[in-house]
Nanobody
Framework: QVRLVESGGGLAQLGESLRLSCATS????????MSWYRQTPGKGREWVAT????????MYRDSVKGRFTISRDNAKSTVYLQMNSLRIEDTAVYSC?????WGQGTHVTVSS
C-alpha cells in the first residue's frame, strides 16, 4: 500500500522560508520520480516541481524557480521541498505525488 505523508507546513511571513517533507512507504522509492503540487481554491491544483529517481535532475514551474528546491533522500524514502523567499501567492495546500498516488497535503500560509 502506497503511503505519502507530508509535513512541515504552517504559517510564514512574507520572505521567510519553510521546508516541507514527504515520507513515503509501500513502493520502491529509489526507482520513482517524485513531484510536489499545490492547490488553492482559486487556481485548482498546479504542478510545482519534480525530481528524478536518482535526484540528478529537477524541474520547476517558472514562478518558483530560484526560490524553491526539491530534493530527496533515498535512504529515508523522503522527498523535500525547501521554500525560500515565500510570497503571498505561495499560500496553498502542498501535496507530494508519485504517479496516481497523493498525500493528504500540508497547508502553507504566507502572510504579510
Amino acid at each position: 500500500q502506497v503511503r505519502l505523508v507530508e509535513s512541515g507546513g504552517g504559517l510564514a511571513q512574507l520572505g521567510e522560508s519553510l521546508r516541507l517533507s514527504c515520507a513515503t512507504s509501500g513502493f520502491t522509492f529509489g526507482t520513482s520520480a517524485m513531484s510536489w503540487y499545490r492547490q488553492t481554491p482559486g487556481k485548482g491544483r498546479e504542478w510545482v516541481a519534480t525530481i528524478t529517481n536518482t535526484g540528478t535532475s529537477t524541474m520547476y514551474r517558472d514562478s518558483v524557480k530560484g526560490r524553491f528546491t526539491i530534493s530527496r533522500d533515498n535512504a529515508k524514502s523522503t522527498v523535500y521541498l525547501q521554500m525560500n523567499s515565500l510570497r503571498i501567492e505561495d499560500t496553498a495546500v502542498y501535496s507530494c505525488n508519485r504517479g496516481t498516488s497523493w498525500g493528504q497535503g500540508t497547508h502553507v500560509t504566507v502572510s504579510s
